[in-house]
């Protein structure tokens, strides 16, 4: 049974960049797309990016180049780097596995951590 | 981006009504939507993959249909644990894009 848990600062500063770790147990760490999904409170979901287990990237381009995902396959964690953060941002941030087999089907989330925006 | 709209973006009904969701996708995106399902204070959960597809574990109750641009994710008889916010998502292309959700209640 794989488990993600991200972890990081609860509150950032505006201008600031945000930075959150997902760390992953209990599967397999390869041949898998991994991905963050934020969602601000009270509002839906949105795919920020992925990150392949090879260091392939892609990016959702509503984050203006603003965004930077990687992956550390020796310590089964992948991580989130988003900069010149504003209160916009504020937003649950999930962690998020491809489940493979299917189309882009996240079967496996984080907890979510919340992140604040403000000074 | 594919804009993916869901109506209604809430609905009440009883114990046992059949509920259903509609998903209307921007562009003709095949079969390459997925279900979810978030109960508050919870990550989303996976249902129904590839339009029509149940997960395994997921109740037969839900069930989805559709293709192109018109969804449909039904619950055949609601249940008080089915109280939550339904999400569709595409992958016919990047980036990946969730409806606005549409939360169910209990009446």
């Known amino acids: 049974q794989v488990q993600m848990q991200e972890s990081g600062p609860g509150l950032v500063k505006p201008s600031e960049t945000l930075s959150l770790i997902c760390t992953v147990s209990?599967?397999?760490?390869?041949?898998?797309?991994w991905s963050w999904i934020r969602q601000p409170p009270g509002k839906g979901l949105e795919w920020l990016g992925y990150?392949?287990?090879?260091?392939?990237?892609n990016y959702n381009p509503a984050l203006r180049g603003r965004v930077t995902i990687s992956i550390d396959t020796s310590k089964n964690q992948f991580s989130l780097k988003l900069r010149s953060v504003t209160a916009a941002d504020t937003a649950v941030y999930y962690c998020?596995?491809?489940?493979?087999?299917?189309?882009?089907?996240?079967?496996?989330w984080g907890q979510g951590a919340l992140v604040t925006v403000s000074s | 981006d594919i804009q993916m709209t869901q109506s209604p973006s809430s609905l009440s009904a009883s114990v046992g009504d059949r509920v259903t969701i509609s998903c209307q996708a921007s562009?003709?995106?095949?079969?390459?939507l997925n279900w979810y399902q978030q109960k508050p204070g919870q990550a989303p959960k996976p249902l129904i993959h590839?339009?029509?597809n149940l997960e395994t574990g997921v109740p037969s109750r839900f069930s989805g249909s559709g293709s192109g641009t018109d969804f449909t994710f039904t619950i055949s008889s609601l249940q008080p644990e089915d109280v939550a916010t339904y999400y569709c998502?595409?992958?016919?292309?990047?980036?990946?894009?969730f409806g606005q959700g549409t939360k169910v209640e209990i009446k």
């Open positions: 998020a596995k491809d489940k493979g087999s299917s189309g882009w089907l996240f079967d496996y």
């Open positions: 209990g599967g397999s760490f390869s041949s898998h797309y």
């Open positions: 990150v392949y287990y090879s260091g392939n990237t």
């Open positions: 562009e003709d995106i095949s079969n390459s």
């Open positions: 590839d339009a029509s």
């Open positions: 998502q595409q992958y016919e292309n990047l980036p990946l894009t």
